[in-house]
């Protein structure tokens, strides 16, 4: 089974095209952070952060467009992709990417100011 559950800090506004017949296609950096401890000795664990590269395809690329900004609280589950690629100079590169199945946005929605009116 390739399962994946992340919950983290959106790193940047996604980016967003479109490609064959008007699919959406949405890239969003996503930021886990695991907290830092102290050992039993004294020794101070610190935070460790990793950055994944999650994609996002039609009505899920459409949603993060349309209602997730950079510093939003996501949650995400997906499966796991290696790519491959050759860079401009040659050389092989490697991609871990999140395909997204499922996200909830966990940022609440900002009042709008009137909106009470």
Do not use: C, F
């Amino acid at each position: 089974m390739n399962k994946v559950m992340l919950i983290g800090n959106v790193g940047l506004d996604p980016e967003v095209r479109y490609v064959d017949q008007g699919v959406a296609v949405a890239r969003v950096r996503l930021a886990t952070t695991e907290r830092g401890y102290t050992l039993q000795n004294g020794t101070q664990v610190p935070d460790r952060t990793d950055w994944h590269t999650v994609l996002l395809w039609r009505r899920l690329a459409e949603i993060v467009e349309k209602y997730v900004h950079k510093g939003d609280k996501l949650y995400v589950e997906g499966r796991i992709r290696y790519t491959t690629y050759d860079d401009k100079q040659g050389q092989r590169r490697y991609q871990t990417e999140i395909w997204a199945e499922n996200i909830e946005l966990l940022t609440p929605k900002a009042s709008t100011p009137g909106a009470d009116e």
